[in-house]
């Protein structure tokens, strides 16, 4: 027997860090993203003979270990260890004898979700294999726990219930890790235009999120006035940019990407740098009108808006600068699980 999920990676489009429990417990977040047809796989094969092994093929690591309640947290299979401790600890009571084989299509710190996304499609094949009792907020929860408490992993609530849930959805944050989810029904037409106008672009840059984050979240904690405006200025854009999709407002929604652009940059240092800005203003000079950087900054994917037909040549005055673009579809679906 062969058990397979798949989840999808997101596009933050506003709101993002609003989603950090430091600010959305005191004030409130909300955020608004969209998922896209690039993902997350696990694969979990039944095993009889007394190991577990566990593949992460699109990073070359892998780990062999006889059963146990507790595996070795190696380097870059840390979520892979942490989702198997949590099954074992909370359903099974007892270790397992398997083979994971994980593949994921954005390398890790890229901006769009990718180490939650993860967690949810290891989550979801476990899931499956043992036919627990799950739903959508519950696996989406249970994801963010073993990253965020578990593993003691910097970061925000929406990516985990992005990959679960699916679509595109405008997410609230509450204090007693109250969530709401919030699915729009965007006319398809607006989607494809959407899709359209919007570059997905791989700066080629590496970063580390986790250090960016734990700056925001002390601003917050220290009461930084002009942090905390900031973020109240992303929240703001997360409003404006669920109105503008609904009614299909296009010539609004560069306007309003900049809006949280201008802010965000402000919500702590690293989050640009000089090569980000100028990537960002040779877009804007040749046709994109608002962008932002995907994720917690720093590098990775930037999102540039760019409508009447220019996003062919921001794509060829971007090429100097060595990066690439990823062409991507939205999709409607989340976490999905089979078996063979």
């Not at 970061?155 to 849930?165: E, I, M």
């Not at 973020?231 to 609004?252: N, P, T, W």
């Not at 809006?259 to 100028?278: C, P, R, V």
Request: net charge neutral.
């Amino acid at each position: 027997m062969i058990i397979r999920s798949k989840a999808p990676l997101r596009i933050g489009l506003a709101g993002g860090g609003t989603d950090l429990e430091t600010y959305s417990d005191r004030y409130g977040g909300a955020v608004l993203n969209a998922t896209i047809s690039m993902y997350a796989y696990a694969t979990i094969q039944p095993r009889e003979d007394g190991l577990i092994v566990i593949n992460a093929v699109d990073r070359g690591i892998g780990l062999r270990t006889p059963v146990a309640v507790d595996i070795p947290m190696k380097e870059g299979l840390y979520l892979h260890a942490g989702v198997y401790h949590r099954i074992v600890k909370e359903f099974t009571g007892k270790p397992l004898s398997f083979e994971l084989t994980t593949l994921v299509d954005a390398p890790p710190g890229s901006g769009l979700g990718s180490s939650s996304t993860l967690v949810v499609a290891i989550l979801g094949a476990f899931t499956e294999w043992l036919g627990l009792p799950l739903g959508e907020y519950d696996i989406a929860r249970l994801a963010y726990e073993i990253e965020r408490i578990d593993l003691k992993m910097a970061g925000g609530k929406q990516d985990q219930y992005a990959a679960t849930f699916g679509g595109v959805n405008f997410m609230e944050f509450y204090n007693d890790d109250k969530v709401i989810v919030n699915p729009l029904r965007i006319n398809a037409s607006y989607l494809n235009e959407l899709s359209y106008n919007l570059i997905l672009y791989h700066t080629e840059v590496s970063r580390l999120s986790t250090q960016i984050i734990e700056m925001q979240q002390k601003s917050v904690l220290q009461q930084h006035a002009s942090s905390i405006e900031a973020m109240h200025g992303i929240k703001e854009q997360a409003v404006m940019m669920k109105e503008a999709l609904l009614r299909g407002e296009f010539e609004k929604i560069g306007a309003i990407l900049d809006f949280g652009w201008q802010h965000k940059k402000k919500m702590a240092e690293g989050i640009t740098n000089s090569y980000l800005d100028e990537i960002y203003a040779t877009a804007m000079q040749n046709g994109a009108t608002g962008g932002k950087i995907s994720g917690a900054g720093g590098g990775g994917f930037m999102v540039l808006y760019c409508p009447n037909n220019t996003r062919g040549d921001v794509i060829r005055a971007l090429h100097r600068f060595g990066g690439q673009v990823k062409r991507y579809e939205f999709t409607t679906t989340g976490l999905t699980t089979w078996r063979i």
